[in-house]
């Protein structure tokens, strides 16, 4: 108990004990996690880019504290931002996914992540929807997107045998597991989709990722949950912030399943963020950092987010 004091008071480092005795594993137990905006399709003045707030508060609710990574900035930039936080968010939304700086500011952070992991410095990715197609790209150098119809409806996951010795979704419980699998509680707010087919046709993506789960829109079945194999980079067509925090659509689920796969998808992403190491070079930094300088706007009356960052 005292060394476990010690630790936290000195180091802002825990130690926990896998299982009653073994090795003990250090966690970094103040991780932030850097979520990059993206371009708002009209600019005005003090909102040229944005965050919607439920990606925040998704992350807060497990632990973790954000840091918005803007966009058009430098590579220099944003190799600093890296070695200052312990994983990176990209959420979905509606840029290009060649032009924006979105992709562009995403592209960076990927490449870093790969070397970091590479080299044994533990830094994790999640991709949402947009996201999610990002990192296809990223990943496999092609644009694989088709057609579905899937912009408002929420799914239950059709998982594939690989689930059961999947990273992800290990600690949930078992009856979120079923619920998951039999209620429609993941919801789905895209156009677009990497058809499965597509997606094990590429050797690039079939080898990097491990499905998870697919969908169906009735006519494509598309690959919707992902891990990849020797990175801790992970995605999602599906949007796991809404069930909680957006309220806008009637087809968001908010059934007590569909809250619990906020929190428990949440939680899985912000302890592979507890295994980073990064940190800002000083406190004054991190403070300068953090989504706590900005305000989110409630813009639940217009627009599909309750509430949203806007950036200069
Ligand atoms: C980002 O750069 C693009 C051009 O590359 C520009 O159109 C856009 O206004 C910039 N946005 C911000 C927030 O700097
Ligand atoms: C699209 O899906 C919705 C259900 O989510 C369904 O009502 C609609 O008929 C579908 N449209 C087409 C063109 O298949
Ligand atoms: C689930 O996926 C399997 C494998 O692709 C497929 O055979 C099955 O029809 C799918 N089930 C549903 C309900 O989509």
């Given amino acids: 108990m005292i060394h476990i004091y010690f630790a936290c008071v000195f180091l802002f480092v825990d130690t926990v004990f896998s299982g009653h005795v073994g090795t003990p594993i250090k966690t970094n137990d103040r991780p932030i996690i850097g979520v990059l905006a993206q371009d ?15 990606y925040v508060k998704f992350l807060e609710s497990a632990g973790a504290r954000v840091v918005p990574l803007m ?11 890296f070695k200052s936080i312990n994983g990176v968010l990209f959420p979905g939304g509606g840029v290009s996914l060649k032009t924006s700086g979105y992709s562009k500011a995403a ?25 999610f197609e990002l990192l296809t790209l990223l990943t496999s150098g092609e644009l694989l997107l088709s057609h579905t119809n899937t ?12 689930v059961r010795d999947s990273r992800l979704f290990k600690d949930f419980p078992v009856d979120l ?10 919801e789905n707010s895209h156009q677009w989709s990497v058809t ?17 789960s697919t969908n169906t829109d009735g006519q494509n079945e598309f690959v919707s949950t992902v891990e990849a194999y020797d990175f801790p980079i992970y995605a999602t067509q599906w949007h796991p912030e809404k069930n909680a925090f957006e309220w806008t659509r009637p087809y968001i689920p908010h059934t007590p399943p569909a809250v ?18 990064h940190s800002f070079a000083s406190v004054e930094e991190e403070k300068k ?9 409630y813009t639940g009356t217009q627009s599909a987010f309750e509430q949203i960052y806007y950036f200069d």
Avoid: Q
């Avoid at 966009?71 to 931002?81: A, F, H, M, P, S």
């Avoid at 592209?107 to 996201?131: H, I, K, M, Q």
């Avoid at 929190?263 to 295994?275: D, G, L, P, Q």
């Fill in 177 to 186: 597991m079923e619920s998951l699998a039999s209620d429609p509680l993941t």
């Fill in 196 to 212: 499965t087919e597509k997606f094990t046709k590429n050797e690039k993506l079939k080898n990097f990722y491990r499905v998870l």
């Fill in 40 to 54: 708002v399709f009209n600019p005005r003045p003090h909102r040229n880019s944005f965050i919607a707030a439920s």
């Fill in 260 to 277: 619990k796969t906020t929190f428990y998808t949440a939680s899985f992403f912000v302890n592979e963020a507890r295994k980073s190491f």
């Fill in 71 to 81: 966009i058009n900035k430098t590579d220099d930039e944003y190799t600093r931002l």
């Fill in 151 to 162: 912009s408002g409806v929420a799914l239950p996951l059709n998982f594939t045998a690989d």
């Fill in 289 to 297: 950092a953090l989504i706590y300088n900005y305000k989110p706007e």
């Fill in 107 to 131: 592209t960076v952070f990927y490449r870093l992540a790969l070397e970091a992991n590479s080299n044994g410095d533990y830094f994790p990715v999640w991709g949402t929807c947009l996201g």
